[in-house]
């Protein structure tokens, strides 16, 4: 089972970023996928998901209307499309794999967000 995050960079703020997760020794389909993240010093928080049949989208407040979360059935992979970038978004993202019916969790390594002028 591999879960990897890429994508990770530092911008100014206001800018945008896209992350991609790519995932593969399990039943992608099957499977809850969700971005979450983690600040220094915090607590690993939710920042979005997109459940597997009918793909519906839930996002955290601190995000909604500036993160966008999609998912290639296809090609095993989740995008977190983020823009209007601020600083409080510094953290390692985390991208999460859950069975919708096995609920098994699986998680990917993170990658690095910065936002600083």
């Known amino acids: 089972v591999q879960v990897v995050e890429s994508g990770g960079d530092s911008v100014q703020p206001g800018g945008s970023l896209r992350l991609s997760c790519a995932a593969s020794?399990?039943?992608?389909?099957?499977?809850?996928m969700s971005w979450y993240r983690q600040a220094p010093g915090k607590e690993r928080e939710f920042v979005a998901t997109?459940?597997?049949?009918?793909?519906?989208?839930v996002y955290a407040d601190s995000v909604k209307g500036r993160f966008s979360i999609s998912r290639d059935n296809a090609k095993n992979t989740v995008l977190l499309q983020m823009s209007s970038l601020k600083s409080d978004d510094t953290a390692v993202y985390y991208c999460?794999?859950?069975?919708?019916?096995?609920?098994?969790?699986?998680w990917g390594q993170g990658t690095q967000v910065t936002v600083s002028a």
């Open positions: 999460k794999a859950e069975g919708q019916f096995t609920h098994r969790e699986y």
């Open positions: 020794g399990f039943p992608f389909i099957d499977y809850h």
């Open positions: 997109v459940r597997t049949a009918g793909g519906s989208i």
